[in-house]
């Protein structure tokens, strides 16, 4: 009892420690500095982190838009096989999953950000950052997709069967469509986790804090930020940090409120 | 036509992982690979690692990896048996409990990495040090490793559970006894699953258990994991990709290692509990 | 009837049982007699296997049941007047399930976790204990030689002497069974019935029953269920030659007639 106290404890230390952080920042500063000011420049007292939530947004859209496709074709995929081939696919996906972000933020600076560089400079962009962190999705979305395929009910793929579909209709009218839900699950999941994401963006997305022209720009995010200036922040900045925590806290919170509920449809 | 098109699609774009799955291994390895040798595994770093080897990178590694791990034992399974024998009774409770582990589960890397700071290293005064790098995992690992364990603890079917309390056997007994030990291989396979997800954390410990890269003397010094180390040769040293990639290639062993050695002790655990 | 006190090992008085707001039965009156088998027959839904749980208080476990009225046990007073110890009750009044179900460990373990948990740590006196328990229920032959290997690995019927084997090394002085031949082939039922038997005189043995020809064969005494309408309760009780050839309800001599259930 005293221990699984500790869960709830924690949840609401980590909720009191960014926010009262986040709202000394509010007392001291203002929040409204955080999308009034001209740029973000601490050292200065400025603090516009509207360029930062726009990379945020920018690489998490970017990756999403890379990683639906591949994950759904990969989990259409994976219906191919059956039984214990099935089991080994599975399991590859979950070590591309299981790779940690830095070794897969490595590969993305050593490989993914010179290709992009061959085709526009600086190559850490968030062309780059889209793809990388799309690598670390893709596996969630290929997963839970793959699970809710496999709960359609076997009567309706013989159903599906006995009318004279194609297996290809079979996967594409009938699995698939009942599976929306499930997808749809393993879409947010994989929408909270690029938001969370730090390590992949902070190695291969520049860093440079602006609203980018194109997808060749380089860019920064708000775990980025944090990881880059935390080190050396002080005072206001630390807790302009927090601020920026706070607000990723919120958008967690919210995914989740949002991804239980479907889930719980889904069952 | 329109069929074959879109199944060429499917199974260009779902190869896709697969592939570039494969393409990360090869790429670490060949670059990685030429560097490791018994030196890098036995020396300490000298140069910001680009000399010398990543010993007591290693053993901060394994310090703070393994504190995490004793304590979201004790914590997780503790939490998991509440959530699964006694739901029954305190509904309203566990839906709270359950409900925070959800939020927890979440909540991204570096914001734990800013609490740890602030609560561990500031608050309780732990600095940065192995012990704030590990409890700040620990706060990390529990949502994973509870919703594994308490899943196992459910598969253990009511009957036993019935039986036990129908020979007169005391409801701790008839967990610890019966329960506990029937879901013991789940159990520990969601340790081994956290235990790699520790292992993989970066962001987490960047401002919890440092970078300092000598040999770490006790839990309070500062300790650089592998990963931070991986990190920080990739983007702070000049000329460090190739040791990166050798720490890489060494971190992905290391879980390997951790996920081979744990499974099959589950296995030889089961056996021999039935004698 | 007429029977004298001293010989009632349980006795019910007003007794009802609901889950929630449903009742599944109502003002039960029943005297069950020491050393006696007595069989509840009856339809399913029909509360047998509620009031069988009422009597060692697994009813705790089930989602909602209450149990109302006394619920007399010999050496224990009302279960749900007084606190009463639930760990020593279960280890007096010892209960067989319908499925058997020993744990899927070994053999001896199936017996060691009880006995210490009863006390009983010593090695050689819970071996003891055990060959005798299993001498009993006449599998010490056939396990033997295979006490270390998983207990649910033995034949349904093995698995069924054994759960009675483990439930007597507790040495009950009362025991329920539940159906505990329905899991069973024809073979194996017979030896259970055989074993159930046997226990008669030592112990008081309630048994609920779907078979009524296995109530004839092995029970001393009969109660039958039955629930319609407003009626749930023991519509007949009685010794099983006066119940099966001169049942007094309508109720009861439809059922056992097999017109109706």
Known sequence: MVISLTAIAVVALIYVFIFSEALSFGSNVGFLHLVTDESWNPTNGKYNIIPIVVGTLLTTTLAMFIAGPVGLASAILGLEFRTYRRAIYRRCLEVLGGIPSVVIGLWGLTTIVPLVLKIRAPGASLLAGGIVLSLMVIPTIALVSLSSFESVPEIDIKTGHALGFSRWSVVWRIIVPQSRKGIATGIILGIGRAIGETMVVLMVCGNVIQVPGTIFDPVRTLTANIALEMAYALDDHRSALFATAAVLLIFVTIFVIISDRFSSEIQ | MKVLLSKIAVLGLGGLPILVLAWILIDISYSGLSEISWSFLTEVPTNAGRSGGISSVIVSTLWVVSIATMISTFIGLATAIILSELSAKWEKFCLIVRWSLDILAGVPSIVFGLFGNAFFSQVCGFGFSILSGALTLTVMMLPFFIRVAEEGLRQVPNVYRKTGYALGMRPLSVTFKIVVPQASKAIVIGLVLSLARAMSETAALLFTSGYVERWPESVFDSGRVLSIHIYDLAMNVPGGIERANASALVLIGLLIAINLIIYSIADFWQRKRVV | ?261
């Open chain 3, 1 to 261: 009837m007429n029977i004298e006190e001293e010989n009632i090992a349980i006795h019910l008085k007003d007794v009802g049982i609901r889950y929630g707001t449903t009742v599944a039965l109502e003002h039960v009156n029943l005297q069950i007699r020491k050393g006696r088998i007595t069989a509840f027959v009856g339809p399913s839904g029909s509360g047998k296997t509620s009031l069988l749980k009422s009597l060692n208080r697994l009813s705790d476990l089930e989602k909602d049941c209450v149990v109302e009225g006394e619920v007399i046990v010999e050496g224990f007073g009302d279960l749900n007047a007084e606190k009463i110890d639930l760990v020593s009750l279960r280890r007096s009044v010892g209960m067989i399930f319908q499925k058997p179900n020993p744990f899927p460990i070994s053999i001896r373990k199936n017996f060691f976790l009880p006995l210490r948990e009863r006390g009983i740590k010593d090695k050689k006196e819970s071996d003891r204990r055990m060959e005798k328990a299993l001498k009993r229920v006449g599998l010490w032959d056939e396990v033997h030689d295979r006490l270390n290997e998983r207990a649910d690995r033995l034949s349904g019927g093995q698995q069924q002497r054994l759960c009675i084997a483990r439930a007597l090394v507790l040495e009950p002085d009362i025991l329920l069974f539940d159906e505990p031949c329905s899991a069973l082939d024809p073979m194996a039922t017979e030896v259970v019935e055989g074993l159930i038997s046997e226990l008669r005189g030592e112990l008081t043995v309630i048994i609920v029953t779907h078979n009524l020809a296995q109530a004839k064969r092995i029970a001393d005494e009969v109660a039958v269920f039955w629930c319609a309408g407003s009626c749930k309760n023991i519509v007949e009780f009685g010794c099983v030659s006066q119940v099966f050839d001169a049942p007094q309800s309508d109720f009861a001599s439809q059922y056992l007639s097999g017109q109706r259930g």
